[in-house]
């Protein structure tokens, strides 16, 4: 005979219904577990209820509980699963049990256990079972929604990921900064103590060149207060001879489930991180390095489907980082076109005319009468040879990658005053007399560039400096021996009586 036959009350089933449409109002788990176990004591009127979730694949054992807890030992906590209220008979605990426990099956997997103590009339009834049986049924169901609603979730946030490093890198960073965006977009989505780029090195190991972690704000990241972590990561190296070495030069994932005692690991930062995922940025058969996301020691692991979207955001980046290199070197490409291009105009156009036009006033100078029509015609010329002058500089300037170090004489020079430019206010002039680039040796060049240096250093200090005239010659000094001579003139006034004054020369033998 059933409780309601024999008189008893009859089930709470607006109570029941109402906490089975419950359960399934949340979207993620942990709220969702944690529903489920105040669900159970308020419809039980148990003053503890406790669920149970072993330990699974990436995450640890946990517990949710609802209602104070016994105190440490008493006999009906049930917390061992060796009381009366086993999981064995599907929701146990004869009438008048103080345990009750159902277990809690998703898609036919086990997995936790639900179990109550001290009932609210001293003991759990057959009403309680039967109410604890649906509820667990329903938690399964609800449990399976809450996996699949995180599962995508945690998909769109790492596409967004991707998204976002594919369009920071493709508005043109430089290389260095593309490199952090990845590290640091991929540290936030694993949620992990550090991203990490390696790259491989001349040696045959792997070097860290981009480090992100919690520190880190973007690519002015050296100047943040928490940046010594990531600087202490930076330059770390694998060695040859490493166990892991082969597969990540080979372009395969490497999954660590403790890096500080996995044996492969062997280098010195290893012993700061637990779990870690060492993933290849391969794109078209090109491997441009590795990232790494390792986690703090003791963090739960990565699970299968934190791992397979890494790796797919790892090969999104990589090939996000070789379109933005491609794209980056048409855009010099275009930039040394167009240089090219501006400096054959000057050459066949400008150059050219002022050349034909020094022709012509050296002609007329011949046939001037007086002596004044000759002095401003000498003094036109010399004007127009200083213009050609400059002109061909400019040209040899247009002529250098603009991104690279000069590798000749003339190069260097330039360099040098352009650097000063900024400091004085006005960009030097620059003549060269001679063949400076094949006749200047390089301690000779290495002693003017200093000359140079100081020469351009005092003019900066001198007030009123409006123009800077800076002069390389390549021939005969003059006591007769071929040599090389540099003479800085300002317009600027002196300093002090120490002073040599606006202009400084200084000449060395070839």
């Known amino acids: ?270 012993s700061r991180f637990g779990p870690s995922m060492m993933l290849p940025l391969q794109a078209g058969g090109r491997l441009i390095g590795t990232l790494a996301l390792p986690r703090r020691r003791g963090e739960r692991p990565y699970t299968a489907v934190e791992r397979l979207l890494a790796t797919q955001f790892a090969s999104q980046a990589a090939l996000a980082l070789v379109l933005a290199d491609a794209q980056q070197s048409r855009q010099r490409l275009a930039v040394f076109e167009d240089r090219d291009r501006i400096a054959r105009d000057l050459h066949d156009l400008v150059v050219q005319r002022l050349f034909a036009t020094g022709m012509m006033l050296e002609s007329t100078r011949r046939r001037a009468g007086s002596a004044p029509e000759q002095s401003a015609l000498d003094q036109a010329v010399d004007e127009l040879e200083s213009t050609i002058q400059e002109v061909r500089t400019a040209i040899f300037a247009l002529q250098q990658p603009p991104a690279d170090a000069p590798t000749t004489f003339r190069g260097k020079v330039l360099k040098e005053t352009a650097g000063a430019g900024a400091v004085l206010g006005v960009q030097p002039s620059v003549h060269f007399t001679g063949a400076v680039d094949t006749r200047v040796t390089e301690p000779a060049a290495g002693r003017l560039l200093a000359a140079l240096r100081r020469a351009l250093a005092a003019a900066s200090r001198r007030p009123g400096v409006s123009r800077v005239e800076v002069t390389v010659e390549a021939g005969v000094l003059p006591d007769g021996r071929a040599g090389v001579r540099l003479v800085v003139h300002d317009d600027g006034e002196a300093d002090s009586a120490s002073d040599t004054g606006t202009t400084t020369t200084w000449q060395a033998p070839l």
């Open 1 to 270: 005979m059933t409780d309601a036959a024999a008189g008893g009350a009859p089930p709470p089933l607006p109570l029941l219904l109402d906490a089975v449409i419950g359960v399934g109002t949340e979207l993620s788990l942990r709220p969702t577990l944690q529903h489920i176990v105040d669900s159970a004591a308020a419809l039980t009127g148990a003053r503890y209820a406790v669920l149970r979730v072993p330990a699974a694949e990436g995450a640890r054992p946990e517990r949710f509980t609802a209602g104070a807890e016994p105190e440490p030992g008493a006999t009906d906590a049930g917390d061992d699963g060796d009381s009366d209220g086993s999981a064995d008979d599907g929701g146990s605990g004869a009438e008048g049990d103080s345990v009750l426990s159902v277990p809690i099956h998703v898609q036919d997997e086990a997995f936790g256990l639900l179990r109550l103590t001290h009932a609210r009339g001293g003991a759990f009834t057959a009403e309680d079972r039967g109410m604890l049986r649906v509820l667990a049924s329903q938690a399964g169901i609800a449990i399976a929604n809450a996996r699949l609603y995180e599962t995508a979730r945690q998909r769109e946030r790492w596409i967004e990921g991707a998204a976002a490093v594919t369009t920071a890198l493709l508005t043109g960073e430089a290389a260095p900064d593309a490199l952090m965006t990845v590290a640091q977009q991929a540290r936030l989505l694993a949620d992990a103590a550090a991203g990490v780029v390696l790259q491989p090195t001349a040696e045959g190991g792997m070097r860290i060149v981009a480090a992100a972690t919690s520190g880190t704000a973007g690519p002015g990241y050296r100047r943040h207060p928490a940046a010594a972590a990531q600087n202490d990561l930076m330059g770390t190296t694998i060695e040859p001879g490493s166990a892991v070495l082969e597969q990540l030069l080979g372009g395969q994932p490497v999954f660590i489930e403790d890096s500080a005692t996995d044996p492969r690991m062997t280098t010195r930062v290893r």
